[in-house]
């Protein structure tokens, strides 16, 4: 009964008795619904389409979604996203935000934390990664793509000392 434009990750809270699922859209909305097969709409939980940078058929936009562990207590989740810079390049973006503490349906806007940014070294649209993750660890894994173009024309995957190709632990 529903339908989604570019959705890319469906998501769960993790919340014990919580069966809402979040679908997160590239280019910048996350909609969540009840999961039940009866549900004919959903909600926004979360809309940054002004600030994403999306483009049809490329690898930009909101490219993740993660819950916190403790997301019970703390209602902290965390995105990927591809912010634009100039006219081609892509800043890759990491940030924490919090739940509205009065509409558990809803992303507070106003309570937002970016835990890193960096412009990608090369205009390619691709190779941008995005998944993120909480590991049994407790930490956020973060996997940033090589950066774009075939065969990794700038050997960033190689180079230890660049982000690109690579996953992070937070």
Known sequence: NLSFSSPLEIQNTGVPGDDRLFVVEQRGTIKVFENDASTSSTTDFLDIENEVFFGFGQELGLLGLAFHPNYQQNGYFYIYYTKRVGSSNAIITVERIRVDANDPNSADLNNRL??????????????????ITFGPDGYLYVSIGDGGGANDPSNNARNVDRF???ILRI
């Open 114 to 131: 970016v835990l890193f940014e960096f412009t990608k070294n090369q205009t390619n649209s691709n190779h941008n990664g995005g998944k």
């Open 164 to 166: 690109f190709g690579k």
